[in-house]
C-alpha cells in the first residue's frame, strides 16, 4: 500500500509564502514524476508544476517565476516553494506521484489527500 500525505497549507496574506511538503510512503520500488496539481472550488484541477526522477521540471504558466518544485529522492518527498502568492492562487494543493511497487509492474498514478491553500488579506 502506497500512501502520500501532504503538509504545509494554510492561510496567509497577499504576497506570503508557504512552503508544501509531500511524503510518500509504503510499498515503493521506485517514484518517477511527481506533481502538485490544485483545485479551486468551481474549476477544474489543474497542473501547478511536475518534477522527473531525472529532475526535469515543468511549470503552469500562472506560477512561473513564483512558485519552485523540487524533490528529495532519499525521503520520497516532494516539495513546493510558493512566494508572492495571490489570491487567485487560493485552492486545495494535491500531491501526485507515478509509483513503482515493485521491478515487475508499471508506475501506477497515486494522489495525496489535498491541503488548503488560501491567500486573503
Known amino acids: 500500500q502506497v500512501q502520500l500525505v501532504e503538509s504545509g497549507g494554510g492561510l496567509v496574506q497577499p504576497g506570503g509564502s508557504l512552503r508544501l511538503s509531500c511524503a510518500a510512503s509504503g510499498s515503493i520500488f521506485s517514484i518517477n514524476a511527481m506533481g502538485w496539481y490544485r483545485q479551486a472550488p468551481g474549476k477544474q484541477r489543474e497542473l501547478v508544476a511536475t518534477?522527473?526522477?531525472?529532475?526535469?521540471?515543468n511549470y503552469f504558466d500562472a506560477v512561473k517565476g513564483r512558485f519552485i518544485i523540487s524533490r528529495d529522492n532519499a525521503k520520497n518527498t516532494v516539495y513546493l516553494q510558493m512566494s508572492s502568492l495571490k489570491p487567485e492562487d487560493t485552492a486545495v494543493y494535491y500531491c501526485?506521484?507515478?509509483?513503482?511497487?515493485?521491478?515487475?509492474?508499471?508506475?501506477?498514478?497515486?494522489w495525496g489527500q489535498g491541503t488548503q491553500v488560501t491567500v486573503s488579506s
Open positions: 501526485n506521484a507515478d509509483i513503482q511497487t515493485t521491478r515487475w509492474e508499471l508506475d501506477r498514478h497515486y
Open positions: 518534477i522527473t526522477s531525472g529532475l526535469r521540471i
